[in-house]
């Protein structure tokens, strides 16, 4: 039985030539990739005393943080419970569930199997990243492209570590997992020999990703940067040393919304860079002044992505991930609410009705496509997403926002 408000809405979007059900079917199949770091404040789970550092830090002292593997995952289950849909995890390196204290690169499969099992029986498919960042090694804001080789070889190794597990864990689960390699590495101040540096980078991640291993299992991404705290002037893997990088080895590329400048268009980028990648990975993200990490609004950047991903027909070559991270807030809120947001900008793109809009533009009819976009926004999306949700089983509205206020009220007591 369909609400009469969806019953109306399905009119309304018919009217325009937009069939609501294909919407509907269309965005049930769409995984996003939940990041883990959300939940605990990018700190991480190793034993081994870990430094803070690569300029990410969250900010704010919000009850509740998990801190350990079991509260993550509880959280995480909760989260999951309240976003419509079947989606991914995408853990980090120094998050790994065990008693044992390795060092970034001794790292082994074993030490995230608990994260398998429990993907495996949530349904959760998990992507996964070395983790470059948070240790004695890389307190020069330097790892891959260290002077110093035996620097350079650790990290190495680490990421060599990170692919296999990768790849196992692709393998277990039966898709692909992602594993994306973001270093911290640059300069604070002006460097006089900046191509040594890259040159560095590159041979480093040659030899890292050297191993081929089956597609079906893992996939390769790297993730440029501008600048960070502590490298404001040179960031080494930068976004033409990815793009680059990208195109001649066959990655994925990793474009993260907040490592551009300012005022730059990120979703302008996705039809330009996807004329020579094959594949694209997004950290979604809202970076206000500068790579601040918010949490995503459902405001006019998140749409254009999501409008540009369904226009140009990218989803199926697009791993959407989120990268963000707020401690001022309910975590579990914000995961919730910034990853149902990047949902509600795909069935929005999903239920725009294309071909007017397109015919427009190709006949330089720009009146019309003006009066088309505004008119259009109109149109009664909410109708639809409510529906999505209720046949997925995820509150919307009021009841949503209840769900999120007890389980935030429950975790704030017991931590
Ligand atoms: C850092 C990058 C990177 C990290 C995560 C934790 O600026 O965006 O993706 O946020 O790997
Ligand atoms: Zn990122």
């Given at each position: 039985m369909?609400?009469?408000?969806?019953?109306?809405?399905?009119?309304?979007?018919?009217?325009?030539?937009?069939?609501?059900?294909?919407?509907?079917?269309?965005?049930?199949?769409?995984?996003?990739?939940?990041?883990?770091?959300?939940?605990?404040?990018?700190?991480?789970?190793?034993?081994?005393?870990?430094?803070?550092?690569?300029?990410?830090?969250?900010?704010?002292?919000?009850?509740?943080?998990?801190r350990?593997?079991d509260?993550?995952?509880?959280?995480?289950?909760?989260?999951?419970?309240?976003?419509?849909?079947?989606?991914?995890?995408?853990l980090?390196?120094?998050?790994?569930?065990?008693?044992?204290?390795?060092?970034?690169?001794?790292?082994?499969?074993?030490?995230?199997?608990?994260?398998?099992?429990?993907?495996?029986?949530?349904g959760?498919?998990?992507?996964?990243?070395?983790?470059?960042?948070?240790?004695?090694?890389?307190?020069?804001?330097?790892?891959?492209?260290?002077?110093?080789?035996?620097?350079?070889?650790?990290?190495?190794?680490h990421?060599?570590?990170?692919?296999?597990?990768?790849?196992?864990?692709?393998?277990?689960?039966?898709?692909?997992?992602?594993?994306?390699?973001?270093?911290?590495?640059?300069?604070?101040d002006?460097?006089?020999?900046?191509?040594?540096?890259?040159?560095?980078?590159e041979?480093?991640?040659?030899?890292?990703?050297?191993?081929?291993?089956?597609?079906?299992?893992?996939?390769?991404?790297?993730?440029?940067?501008?600048?960070?705290?502590?490298?404001?002037?040179?960031?080494?893997?930068?976004?033409?040393?990815?793009?680059?990088?990208?195109i001649?080895?066959?990655?994925?590329?990793?474009?993260?919304?907040?490592?551009?400048?300012?005022?730059?268009?990120?979703?302008?980028?996705?039809?330009?860079?996807?004329?020579?990648v094959?594949?694209?990975?997004?950290?979604?993200?809202?970076?206000?002044?500068?790579?601040?990490?918010?949490?995503?609004?459902?405001?006019?950047?998140?749409?254009?992505?999501?409008?540009?991903?369904?226009?140009?027909?990218?989803?199926?070559?697009?791993?959407?991930?989120l990268?963000?991270?707020?401690?001022?807030?309910?975590?579990?809120?914000?995961?919730?609410?910034g990853?149902?947001?990047?949902?509600?900008?795909?069935?929005?793109?999903?239920?725009l009705?294309?071909e007017?809009?397109?015919?427009?533009?190709?006949?330089?009819?720009f009146?019309?496509?003006?009066?088309?976009?505004?008119?259009?926004?109109?149109?009664?999306?909410?109708?639809?997403?409510?529906?999505?949700?209720?046949?997925?089983?995820?509150?919307?509205?009021?009841?949503?926002?209840?769900?999120?206020?007890?389980?935030?009220a429950?975790?704030?007591?017991?931590?």
């Amino acid at each position: 039985m369909t609400t009469k408000s969806y019953d109306a809405a399905r009119d309304v979007f018919a009217d325009w030539g937009v069939d609501t059900e294909a919407a509907i079917a269309r965005l049930a199949t769409i995984p996003i990739s939940v990041h883990c770091w959300q939940g605990d404040d990018v700190v991480g789970f190793e034993n081994s005393t870990g430094t803070s550092g690569g300029g990410i830090q969250a900010t704010g002292n919000h009850p509740g943080r998990a801190r350990t593997p079991d509260e993550l995952r509880a959280d995480l289950e909760f989260a999951y419970a309240n976003i419509p849909g079947s989606h991914r995890l995408n853990l980090h390196a120094f998050y790994m569930d065990t008693d044992e204290t390795p060092d970034r690169d001794e790292i082994e499969y074993r030490h995230f199997s608990p994260w398998v099992d429990w993907a495996k029986d949530l349904g959760v498919g998990l992507d996964f990243n070395p983790t470059f960042f948070a240790h004695e090694k890389a307190d020069d804001n330097l790892t891959l492209s260290h002077p110093d080789k035996g620097i350079r070889d650790f990290w190495i190794e680490h990421g060599k570590r990170t692919r296999e597990i990768a790849a196992r864990m692709g393998e277990a689960q039966g898709s692909a997992a992602v594993n994306n390699i973001w270093v911290p590495d640059g300069s604070k101040d002006i460097p006089v020999d900046r191509f040594s540096a890259r040159k560095r980078l590159e041979a480093s991640i040659d030899e890292m990703i050297a191993t081929p291993y089956d597609k079906a299992h893992m996939l390769d991404a790297v993730e440029s940067k501008l600048f960070g705290i502590g490298v404001e002037a040179m960031t080494v893997g930068s976004h033409e040393f990815y793009l680059g990088y990208a195109i001649r080895n066959k990655t994925v590329l990793c474009l993260d919304m907040g490592h551009f400048h300012p005022t730059e268009n990120i979703a302008d980028k996705l039809s330009a860079v996807a004329l020579s990648v094959d594949e694209l990975l997004l950290h979604v993200s809202r970076p206000m002044r500068w790579d601040s990490d918010h949490v995503i609004l459902l405001n006019d950047d998140i749409l254009q992505m999501a409008q540009e991903l369904v226009f140009a027909d990218l989803l199926g070559r697009t791993h959407i991930g989120l990268d963000f991270f707020d401690a001022t807030i309910s975590r579990t809120a914000a995961w919730v609410i910034g990853t149902r947001n990047m949902q509600k900008a795909l069935l929005r793109a999903l239920l725009l009705p294309q071909e007017p809009l397109k015919r427009a533009e190709e006949a330089l009819d720009f009146t019309t496509r003006f009066m088309l976009t505004e008119e259009l926004k109109d149109l009664p999306f909410a109708a639809v997403w409510a529906e999505f949700c209720a046949r997925l089983d995820a509150p919307v509205g009021r009841a949503l926002i209840t769900d999120l206020d007890a389980y935030q009220a429950s975790v704030a007591i017991r931590r």
